[in-house]
């Protein structure tokens, strides 16, 4: 089954610390990966691509294929970086119906992560 | 660009009443989403229109009835509204290529509607 994983609800630091939101996913086929995060009762934001390998507000990721992580990482946290982050993945969903097939791509988001940086 | 836009930012309805959410976007993208966003459980996509007339069930579709008429706009409308479907729903866009025709499949979302059902 595809799925991703965001095994923290929260997590909790002080202004400067080093953060790590941890995102594992489950696909069977090259992914592709994606950081959102949604500010304060604001819209989502794409934050950064694995193929594009960015960084972007200091935060970088790392595809770990070995490990199936993609997790989000950056050495001294701000206040300005408290939100909420989810991890996406990009599936292909194929539907079946009588003789014809379709399909199209969509996201598969985490749970999320709800980054307080403290200061 | 206004990206993404959606109407209402809030509304609150009785359980059975109806409602239509409206959803516009002015990036030329085919593809179009409806996301709910509950807590604890992220988004999960309730519809999906992959270009001006089509549409198709995502996860959560049950309660819920879209309309894609042209390729700038895509309402979702509640037929009979439930304390179930209190959430923050939002609008989702994507198209594009990236260099050499490499299609993109990041999304650009609305900034949400948030509906209470009493």
């Known amino acids: 089954a595809q799925r991703v994983t965001q095994p923290e609800k929260l997590l909790s630091v002080f202004k400067g610390a080093p953060v790590e939101l941890k995102c594992n996913y489950s696909y069977s086929g090259s992914p592709e990966l994606f950081w959102y995060v949604q500010y304060s009762r604001q819209r989502l934001q794409l934050l950064l691509r694995h193929i594009s390998r960015e960084s972007i507000k200091g935060f970088t990721a790392d595809l770990n294929k070995g490990e199936t992580s993609f997790h989000l990482k950056k050495p001294f946290a701000q206040e300005e970086d408290s939100a909420m982050y989810y991890c996406?993945?990009?599936?292909?969903?194929?539907?079946?119906?009588?003789?014809?097939?379709?399909?199209?791509?969509?996201?598969?988001f985490g749970a999320g992560t709800r980054l307080a940086v403290h200061p | 660009n206004a990206g993404v836009t959606q109407t209402p930012k809030f509304q609150v309805l009785k359980t059975g009443q109806s409602m239509t959410l409206q959803c516009a976007q002015d990036m030329n993208h085919n593809s179009m989403y409806w996301y709910r966003q509950d807590p604890g459980m992220g988004l999960r996509l309730i519809y999906y229109?992959?270009?001006?007339?089509?549409?198709d069930k995502g996860e959560v579709p049950n309660g819920y009835n879209v309309s894609r008429l042209n390729k700038r706009e895509f309402s979702l409308r509640l037929e009979s509204a439930a304390p179930s479907q209190t959430s923050v729903y939002f609008c989702a866009s994507r198209g594009g290529v990236r260099g050499q025709g490499v299609p993109t499949y990041e999304q650009y979302f609305g900034p949400g509607t948030r509906l209470t059902v009493t």
């Open positions: 229109s992959a270009s001006e007339g089509t549409t």
């Open positions: 996406a993945l990009r599936s292909l969903f194929t539907r079946k119906i009588y003789m014809f097939s379709g399909g199209y791509n969509k996201l598969i």
